[in-house]
T-cell receptor
Framework: DQQVKQNSPSLSVQEGRISILNCDYT??????FLWYKKYPAEGPTFLIS???IKDKNEDGRFTVFLNKSAKHLSLHIVPSQPGDSAVYFC????????????WGLGTSLAVNP | NAGVTQTPKFQVLKTGQSMTLQCAQD?????MSWYRQDPGMGLRLIHY???????DQGEVPNGYNVSRSTTEDFPLRLLSAAPSQTSVYFC?????????FGPGTRLTVL
């Protein structure tokens, strides 16, 4: 049973528009969430994170929103750029889990010029 | 800082062969881990270590061994390679609750 779900395998947006990537989780013990970006033939790179005590975290063009009651988080990229084209992974952690992250399957984002 | 390095980048093995995937980090991170990534399966944790001398199993440990004699190094050993171990392998180290990944090793077992 997948505890972290990214229901959209792929997403295509126009350059300059907003990209919204979604992630749902089932375990209410998760207290920390991370987004990673992965280009082909490279390792995942950390993008942004959010603690469960917050509902929003912003870093430049990237904003993560957390809705704990819905067990849902989303990553907003504004404005989207062609270099943002990559696979985005959502991951979740709980403090008692020895830092074993639980990963979603990823969403492939294509930003078209 | 080189970050997390992995060698080799590519490897082809025959069924039954053994090999070691190397992982090193120069950030003095205590926590290190190994993942495999397969199409449609996301990242799955193989083994992890919370410090030198301490290792534990992750989600898919069978067929793999690890050891952690130093903070810097965390090698992954395939004892007798099987085609089911064809995958891309990532090593990661952690600062706080953020993991930093190496570039990966693409392994094919024939």
């Amino acid at each position: 049973d997948q505890q972290v779900k990214q229901n959209s395998p792929s997403l295509s947006v126009q350059e300059g528009r907003i990209s919204i990537l979604n992630c749902d989780y089932t375990n209410s013990m998760f207290d920390y969430f991370l987004w990673y970006k992965k280009y082909p033939a490279e390792g995942p790179t950390f993008l942004i994170s959010i603690s469960s005590i917050k509902d929003k975290n912003e870093d430049g063009r990237f904003t993560v929103f957390l809705n704990k009651s819905a067990k849902h988080l989303s990553l907003h990229i504004v404005p989207s750029q062609p270099g943002d084209s990559a696979v985005y992974f959502c991951a979740a952690d709980n403090a008692g889990n020895n830092r074993k992250l639980i990963w979603g399957l990823g969403t492939s984002l294509a930003v078209n010029p | 800082n080189a970050g997390v390095t992995q060698t080799p980048k590519f490897q082809v093995l025959k069924t039954g062969q053994s090999m070691t995937l190397q992982c090193a980090q120069d950030m003095n991170h205590e926590y290190m881990s190994w993942y495999r990534q397969d199409p449609g399966m996301g990242l799955r944790l193989i083994h992890y270590s919370v410090g030198a001398g301490i290792t534990d199993q992750g989600e898919v440990p069978n067929g793999y061994n690890v050891s952690r004699s130093t903070t810097e190094d965390f090698p992954l050993r395939l004892l007798s390679a099987a085609p089911s171990q064809t995958s891309v392998y990532f090593c990661a180290s952690s600062y706080g609750r953020t993991q930093f990944f190496g570039p990966g090793t693409r392994l094919t077992v024939l």
